[in-house]
């Protein structure tokens, strides 16, 4: 599973991009569900399940834009996704990325 890199500031309204692929080929995801899961390294809880929206679910492509109150501390935190088609579950291993201090 890919995902879409982008700077992030506390506070920020994010979007995160997956194009789920499955043995190294687009999987078709169609009538699926995909979930995002979020979590900043120092916490022990975890942040949702957001259902993300099928953008181009034969292609393999979902989405979810995270509300500004959700990356409410700087850190580094952790993003996974969750793909459910039929009996099918695939999980994609954690995503690191940084959250910056609020621009002041």
């Avoid at 499955?22 to 916490?43: P, Q």
């Avoid at 975890?46 to 834009?65: F, R, V």
Wanted: no cysteine; glycine share 8%; aromatic share 12%.
């Amino acid at each position: 599973m890919a995902y879409q890199n982008q700077q992030l500031v506390v506070g920020d309204t994010a979007q995160f991009i997956l194009y789920a692929k499955k043995n190294g080929e687009t999987w078709d995801i169609t009538g699926g569900t995909v979930l995002l899961y979020l979590w900043k390294k120092a916490s022990a809880s975890t942040s949702g399940p957001y259902t993300a929206t099928l953008t181009t679910p034969t292609s393999g492509e979902a989405d979810y834009t995270v509300a500004t109150t959700v990356l409410d501390s700087a850190g580094t935190w952790y993003r996974q996704w969750k793909v459910t088609v039929g009996s099918i579950v695939m999980r994609s291993n954690p995503i690191q990325f940084l959250v910056l201090d609020a621009r002041t």
